[in-house]
């Protein structure tokens, strides 16, 4: 309840408004259109300031260094990330750090992680990686990885898509789905062909896309495509861009920051993993016996060589 006078309070609210629409207007678009309607308050607007004056910094910063750049405590950095839609500080990092690098080339990226250059190429890639790892561990959540296990596991025909190595996790999804007697199918065409095999999918099908850092703009057609059929577009993506988010049914966050110049699949790897265990999870009986039906024809064949005789 409002216990001040009226002339007084109005007068305030009426400059906290105006200072809050002047500062939205400093703030990336991606951030302006997180907020939406919303009106940061004073903490949660030098949050957001410090984010947009030093996005390199932000991009590694922990909740603390965030906290103290921008004079406020550890609650407000966690409630400005919750207000923009995100968990927590760490999934607002992680985009912020991936629309950072998504705008460098891949000698600007090299000279990102120059100050690894000591470490050994090897090493620095590890390091990296376990770092990435651990960052999916508070980004992924278990519920909706059975989501997406269970809309392939009903889906008649899962459709993935990735562009260039990135494709590499869609590969391991398609041929390991298909062991386990799904129809899951890696699409590596575009042009026409691309939207040929998009166009048959329908609300019983499913869409599954990778999107790391630069991803063609006819796969963001294709899925706008797909989910005007009712298809449930799974992305896979570490950026939760504005123009593919709403298309989504289900956007899987991961992190991809690599140790030298391309971005890192481990995570998305990973998630891979973790789908197709939650795949299985959904009927291990008929799994088993696919998968067993799967090892006879290849032995029928002789797909594989003896063990026993080999060399």
């Known amino acids: ?9 109005n007068a305030d609210e009426t400059d906290e408004t105006g200072a809050g629409a002047a500062h939205e207007q400093t703030l990336p678009e991606w951030i ?31 909740t603390s260094s965030v906290a103290a750049t921008a004079g406020v405590n550890v609650a407000t950095v966690v409630r400005t990330a919750q207000q923009l839609g995100f968990s927590g500080w760490p999934a607002l990092r992680a985009e912020i750090r991936s629309r950072y690098l998504s705008g460098l080339s891949a000698s600007e990226v090299l000279s990102e992680h120059h100050e690894d250059a000591g470490q050994g190429p090897a090493w620095a890639t590890l390091r990296r990686d376990l770092h990435n790892l651990k960052d999916l561990a508070s980004l992924l959540d278990e ?16 459709l993935v898509l990735a562009s260039g190595s990135f494709a590499a996790p869609g590969l391991q999804l398609s ?15 575009g042009g026409t062909a691309l939207f040929n095999a998009v166009r048959l999918l329908g609300p019983e099908d499913c869409l599954v896309v990778f999107q790391v850092w630069r991803t063609p703009r006819e796969i963001l057609h294709a899925m706008q495509v797909a989910a005007a059929a009712g ?28 140790a030298s110049m391309f971005p890192s699949l481990v995570a ?44």
């Open 143 to 158: 519920a909706q990885v059975e989501r997406v296990a269970r809309t392939i596991h009903g889906a008649g025909t899962t």
């Open 268 to 311: 998305a790897t990973t998630i891979v993993q973790a789908v197709v265990a939650s795949l299985v999870a959904c009927d291990p009986a008929a799994a088993a016996e696919w998968s067993d039906g799967v090892e006879r024809l290849w032995s029928r064949f002789g797909l594989f060589p003896d063990p026993e005789n080999l060399q």
């Open 175 to 189: 041929h390991l789905a298909q062991t386990i007697g799904h129809d899951v199918r890696l699409h590596r065409v």
């Open 231 to 258: 298809t449930p577009i799974v992305l896979v993506s570490d950026q939760a861009r504005e123009e593919v988010r709403e298309l989504a049914a289900e956007l899987v966050p991961m992190p991809s920051e690599g």
């Open 32 to 62: 302006r259109s997180r907020l939406g309607r919303r009106r940061p308050g004073a903490g949660a607007r030098r949050v957001l300031s410090a984010i947009a004056a030093q996005p390199q910094q932000m991009s590694y910063a922990s």
């Open 1 to 9: 309840m409002n216990t001040g006078t009226n002339t007084g309070t």
